[in-house]
Structure formats: structure tokens, C-alpha cells
């Protein structure tokens, strides 16, 4: 009997645990996970009262989505036009947005409120961008618009997310504090869209911001404008923008830095055109100091060989004239760990068989040691190379050889090959390659047609990385040849010289002055290999 009762008691026991499993996995059940990502913003499922609204008198307005939602940045994203004395509160409940009017309205005036990126969603951040809500106080709604597209000075793409904005002529504050209250942003195509709005007399811009204040920060945003004011009196298309960097009035040095390998960087907030250095204390410096510019003369890196200046003055000329002094000071005990390398012109393992092979140390070379270099082609050792300084770089030298197609080469460079400043010297590294096929490399021959005489234009090669692969000056009808070009896709820029000076100059707001144009040749040029590819180019007129 005893038995028995065991029996029905593990019985139970066992009935009790499988429910008690049940039951729990029943109460963790949970959402499936992953599956696709939510792209989409949140949607609007009603507005009251209606969006463009006339006659309007209500002191709230509740905007339902169709999903729970966020606000962010909300005193920097929204905005009022024309503006309140005391903004509308907003309050996110649930799946609905709350707007109190907390200011008497002006009569038969149309308001815009327009909300910028301050609506997203809760789960992935997708924005509700150029929101806005529209009513009128009287009985008819503001109907003006301005619309057009938004493209880059120097490339001609368009640009997305570009900020576009009018002010009134009678409060152009592009410079001050206040952000705009009627703006939009582009899409991908480059278009904006202006809508409902007044009849009056308007400045419009167009900034690629950084900080997202929108406010004009000239260190960092790219602007674009129209010199002449726009008289609204209809709707307005194809008023176009160009976006471009514009050049600092007043040079500042931008960032200086006593680097850990005990060379020193300077960043300009300008483009120097005939730049000029001098250590000014201590000047015992100057002599022996090393420098080496950026390409477009906007950084600096100085190599002082005496490292033992508590602190130091450098100036920054520009055709002469003194721009700034800057100083830097080094702590006493503060020491610098510096390793030679170099770089090259190898790609994917070839030279090209127009190049002597060309490297690139991170420190001037003082001196060179060739029996520390040796040179195996096909594994069998070689002689008759050379090591040559390159005359427009400090930081460059030429490995020159009579290379040969079809053989491998590895370049060796044994420790202490080569010897830098401060006692620099190398730790052995090798160079593998082969001598790139000609068959893989062709021509692009241009006849470039000018528009006028006597002017002056910069032309550009771009490849597929939209990096300039060369640049030249013509100011008369003229055939160039661009040999030994790696196959790929290559672009023609042209940039119309006003002033002839050889390089692009900037626009200036202030001024009302435009950037030099630029136009893009539309076709691709494409290089094949083994090929002469004969095109004509004619500039159109500007």
C-alpha cells in the first residue's frame, strides 16, 4: 500500500513540474527577433484641427501618429514663422503630439510651424524631416513658394540635406545668433521646396552645416547664395544654389601640436598662396629648420633638430606679409618616440612602367647608405640601381632602375640604410613588385575648344576616386595628351581663371562674391588599355 502511495505521489510530482515548465515557458514568451530593420519615420494619421487651416482660433493643436515617437533638439529643430514672442510648448503623449499656443495670434496672418529633425521615432531614429504645420488667421492662406536645387560649387553634384533658408531684406542675419525660421533641407537629388509663403522681399541661402545650430559657422560650413535679393510677388522655380567653402577673412592658425615624434603640425583656417616660416625664438632655430607644406598650403609640419627649447615662436607669412606668430612650449622632461617608414607608389603589387619607383619617408633623410640596399629580380641579385633626392620634396626619394616587364623585384633596405633627423634610422622592410604591363595602361588625347580669347582656365583629370590625377593651365585652343594612364574612368573639370592666378578662388558672402565657376565636362572618359581615345572638348562660354 505504501508502495502504491509513492507511486501516485511521484506521479504528481511529475505532472506538477511539466505544467510548472509550461507555464514558465508561456510567460517568457517574447517578441521575435530580428527581421528587417525599420527605415521608415513615423507617419501622420490625423491633425487637428486640419493641417492649412484658415479662420483658425485654436489654442492647441494634437497631431497623431502612427507610432510612438521622440523629440529631440527640440528648442534647436523648431521653429515659428513669423515668429512668437512666447513659442507654442510641445508635449509628446503616447502616439500624439500636443502644441500649445501660448502667444495671442495676429490677424489674418498665416504661421508656420516648422519642426526641422525634432520628430523621430523610438526604436531606430527615423526622422519626419520638413515637417510642417500651416494655418491661417484669416480667411485665406499665404500661397507663395520658392523652389529650386542645391548643388556643390566644385563638383556639380547635388547635395542632400542641405539647409535652405530665406530672411525678410529687413533682417538679414545670416551672421548673427538667431537661427532662421523659415527653412527646409534637400533631398537626395539636390531639390527644396519653399512653400506658403508672403509676399515681400527676401535674401536666401543655402549652408552644408557641421554643427546643426543653423547658424552659418564659416570655420566649418560650406554656403551658397544669391547676391541679389528675391522679389516674391509669384511663385518662384529654378532658383539654384551653389554650395562652396568660403576663405576665412581674417588667417588664424586653426591647431598647433608638438607631435609624439617631436615634429610640430599647424592647421590654417586659409589656403596660403606664396607661404613663409620662421622660428622667431629661439632664432638660434631658424636655420636648420626643415618644413614641408600640404599641397593646397592650408598645413605645416616643422622639424626643429634641437629639441631642447622649453618653448618656441613660429610665424606664418603670406606674400610677405605677417599673418601670425604662434607659440608652443614642451615640457622638460617630455621625450618622443620616432620609427622611420616609408610609403610608395606601388599599386596592387605594380610600378607603373612610366615611374621610377618613388618612396616616401616620414622624416627628412639626412643621409644614405646604398651598400644598405639591395636589389634581387627573378631572386638574382643586381647592382647599377640608384638613390635619388627628389628636388620638389623633402620627403621623397627615387629608386631608379631599368626595370623589365614579366620579372619580380624585391627592394631591400637593411637596417640603418637610411638615416633620419634626430639620429633617425630605419628597421629593415622590403618592397615586392612587378613592373606594371603597358598593355594595361593607355592614352586620352583632348582637343580642348575655348570660348573666348584671352582667357585663362584650369583644367582637371579626375579618375573613378574623384581624385585629381592631373592639372594643367590653357588660355588658347590647344591638344593635350594624357599618357600612361591606368585604365578606368576618367572625368575633365574646367575651372574659368577670372584672375588668372592658376588656382580656384573662393566666393565671399560679405562681398556678395561669387566662387570662380567650375563646370564638369558631362561624358566620361573613359582610358582603355592599350588604346589612344581621341576626344574634343569645347568650354562653353561663360
Not at 543655402?206 to 547676391?227: M, P
Amino acid at each position: 500500500m505504501g508502495k502504491n502511495r509513492n507511486t501516485v505521489n511521484l506521479s504528481i510530482f511529475f505532472v506538477l513540474m511539466v505544467m510548472s515548465m509550461l507555464f514558465y515557458s508561456c510567460a517568457s514568451i517574447q517578441q521575435p527577433q530580428g527581421g528587417p530593420k525599420d527605415t521608415e519615420p513615423p507617419k501622420v494619421l490625423k491633425m487637428t484641427p486640419k493641417n492649412l487651416m484658415v479662420n483658425f482660433t485654436a489654442p492647441k493643436i494634437v497631431i497623431e501618429f502612427d507610432e510612438y515617437f521622440k523629440l529631440q533638439s527640440e528648442f534647436k529643430e523648431f521653429s515659428v514663422s513669423p515668429e512668437m514672442e512666447t513659442p507654442p510648448t510641445l508635449k509628446a503623449k503616447g502616439k500624439k503630439l500636443e502644441i500649445t499656443i501660448q502667444d495671442t495670434l495676429e490677424k489674418n496672418t498665416t504661421y508656420t510651424l516648422n519642426f526641422g529633425k525634432a520628430i523621430v521615432d523610438v526604436n531606430e531614429g527615423n526622422v519626419v524631416k520638413n515637417f510642417t504645420y500651416v494655418f491661417s488667421t484669416g480667411p485665406q492662406l499665404d500661397s507663395l513658394s520658392i523652389k529650386g536645387k542645391v548643388t556643390n560649387s566644385v563638383t556639380g553634384l547635388p547635395e542632400l540635406d542641405a539647409l535652405v533658408f530665406i530672411f525678410p531684406l529687413n533682417r538679414d542675419t545670416l551672421f548673427g545668433k538667431k537661427k532662421p525660421s523659415i527653412f527646409t533641407t534637400t533631398d537626395s537629388s539636390g531639390n527644396y521646396a519653399l512653400n506658403n509663403l508672403r509676399k515681400d522681399t527676401y535674401k536666401i541661402y543655402a549652408i552644408k552645416e557641421k554643427g546643426g545650430d543653423k547658424i552659418y559657422q564659416q570655420v566649418s560650413d560650406d554656403v551658397g547664395f544669391l547676391k541679389d535679393s528675391i522679389v516674391l510677388d509669384k511663385a518662384l522655380d529654378n532658383i539654384n544654389l551653389q554650395l562652396f567653402k568660403e576663405r576665412a577673412e581674417t588667417f588664424r592658425v586653426l591647431d598647433k601640436r608638438i607631435n609624439a615624434d617631436g615634429s610640430i603640425s599647424l592647421a590654417f583656417n586659409q589656403k596660403l598662396k606664396k607661404p613663409e616660416v620662421t622660428v622667431t625664438d629661439p632664432p638660434t632655430l631658424d636655420a636648420a629648420k626643415l618644413i614641408k607644406f600640404s599641397r593646397n598650403n592650408d598645413s605645416l609640419r616643422v622639424w626643429l633638430k634641437d629639441m631642447s627649447f622649453d618653448s618656441t615662436k613660429i610665424a606664418i607669412k603670406d606674400q610677405g606679409k605677417l599673418l601670425q606668430t604662434t607659440n608652443l612650449t614642451r615640457g622638460k622632461k617630455e621625450t618622443y618616440t620616432r620609427t622611420l617608414t616609408a610609403t610608395d607608389n606601388i599599386e596592387n603589387k605594380a610600378l607603373n612602367p612610366n615611374q621610377h619607383l618613388r618612396l616616401t619617408f616620414n622624416f627628412p633623410l639626412e643621409s644614405t647608405d646604398i651598400s644598405k640596399i639591395s636589389l634581387l629580380e627573378d631572386s638574382v641579385a643586381r647592382t647599377g640601381f640608384t638613390l635619388v633626392k627628389d628636388s620638389a620634396d623633402l620627403l621623397s626619394y627615387y629608386l631608379r632602375y631599368p626595370w623589365k616587364a614579366k620579372k619580380t623585384y624585391e627592394v631591400k633596405f637593411a637596417a640603418g640604410a637610411v638615416t633620419a633627423i634626430f639620429n633617425t634610422k630605419n628597421k629593415e622592410f622590403i618592397k615586392t613588385f612587378q613592373l606594371g604591363n603597358k598593355d594595361d595602361y593607355g592614352t586620352l588625347i583632348v582637343k580642348i575648344v575655348t570660348p573666348e580669347p584671352n582667357k585663362s582656365y584650369i583644367l582637371e583629370v579626375i579618375d573613378g576616386n574623384k581624385n585629381v590625377a592631373n592639372t594643367l593651365v590653357v588660355q588658347r585652343d590647344t591638344t593635350v595628351r594624357f599618357s600612361n594612364y591606368k585604365a578606368g574612368k576618367y572625368w575633365l573639370r574646367i575651372t574659368y581663371d577670372t584672375n588668372k592666378n592658376g588656382v580656384w578662388d573662393t566666393g565671399n558672402v560679405k562681398l556678395g562674391q561669387q566662387p570662380e565657376r567650375i563646370w564638369n565636362e558631362p561624358k566620361e572618359l573613359s582610358i582603355r588599355a592599350l588604346w589612344e581615345r581621341n576626344e574634343v572638348v569645347t568650354i562653353p562660354k561663360e
